[in-house]
């Protein structure tokens, strides 16, 4: 690799050229992956691949002029120092601030190069175009808000945010909430089956911590083996299936935790039972309300399932422990 200050005028030059083409392409991959959730934005970055190509026609005409035709085989990776990207580009149905916050510190780096290699430089035209373009990557985040005002009217921008409440719903609150359903509800009878059949915490306490890490581990496999997220727009399958594994687990140990209180206590079972309870029921309302406030569910309804649902379970574990 060789260092950014031992660059000389044609190699900084190729690697501007170079990292312009780059920019253009990922800008239209931003484009491609955006398109037909946000047709309106994905316009915006087609245009900003638009700026990026008229500056690379700029750069390759007085590289021509000074250099003639044949570029250099250097790129930003081989410059010590340079900055270093994260692929992104290379996951689908990437979130829209996501990729605009990514577009921002490419064009932040993009200036930063340019002013740092017109520093360098001594030769005047070079300089004066290094210094024209960091200036328009300057100003690329206040003309990209000026795209949007244009193409992004206020009914393009209801639209989108629907699109990414409905995406944000698929790919986060679903899985969330089907974790914390199961978790919250399934470890009901294996917990206080053990409660009622040895009233002793500890050993509870084990078998609720068991029931829960354990469902957390098969929701987890279970949601990312699923679907991997191309053709539903559910996005990545590991991340979906670590939002479903924590949850479960999270809702298992919530009723579990009680069963931690010192056994030298007066009456600690009850003690910690009653707990238990209480978080039972606290949970329960909690998944009613998530599925009113993100599943268009009317919330009595979503609590008559839920809290139904939830007391059979804590009947069955109650009956056989009591059995």
């Avoid at 190699?11 to 800008?27: F, G, P, T």
Wanted: proline share 5%.
């Amino acid at each position: 690799m060789k260092a950014f200050s031992q660059l000389s005028p044609r190699e900084i030059l190729a690697v501007a050229i170079s990292s312009e083409e780059e920019d253009e392409r990922i800008y239209l991959t931003f484009a491609d992956d955006l398109r037909n959730r946000y047709p309106a934005s994905a316009k915006v970055f087609e245009e900003m691949a638009s700026d990026e190509t008229e500056h690379r026609r700029e750069l390759l005409e007085l590289y021509e002029k000074r250099f003639g035709p044949n570029l250099p085989p250097i790129r930003r990776e081989d410059v010590k120092g340079f900055f270093k990207r994260r692929p992104i580009w290379l996951s689908s149905n990437l979130p829209l601030d996501t990729v605009r916050k990514e577009a921002e510190k490419m064009e932040y780096q993009a200036a930063l190069f340019y002013r740092r290699a017109a520093e360098q430089t001594t030769d005047v035209d070079l300089r004066r175009l290094l210094g024209d373009l960091a200036e328009a990557e300057e100003k690329h985040e206040s003309h990209a808000q000026e795209l949007e005002k244009a193409i992004l009217t206020p009914d393009v921008r209801d639209e989108e945010d629907r699109t990414r409440r409905r995406i944000f719903v698929l790919q986060y609150v679903q899985p969330g909430l089907a974790g914390l359903m199961d978790g919250s509800v399934s470890t009901l009878a294996p917990l206080f089956a053990a409660a009622f059949a040895t009233h002793q915490i500890w050993p509870t306490f084990l078998v609720g911590l068991a029931a829960a890490l354990g469902a957390g581990i098969s929701m987890a496999f279970a949601e990312a083996l699923s679907d991997d997220g191309s053709l539903t727009g559910r996005g990545s399958p590991w991340l979906r299936g670590g939002i479903t594994g924590v949850m479960t687990a999270l809702g298992g140990l919530g009723h579990a935790m009680p069963y931690l209180v010192p056994d030298s206590w007066p009456r600690a079972f009850w003690i910690a039972t009653t707990i238990a309870g209480v978080i039972v029921f606290v949970e329960l309302w909690t998944i009613a309300f998530i599925r009113a406030r993100y599943m268009d569910t009317p919330f009595l309804q979503a609590a008559f399932q839920i809290v139904l649902g939830g007391v059979i379970v804590l009947g069955v574990g109650i009956l056989i422990g009591g059995s």
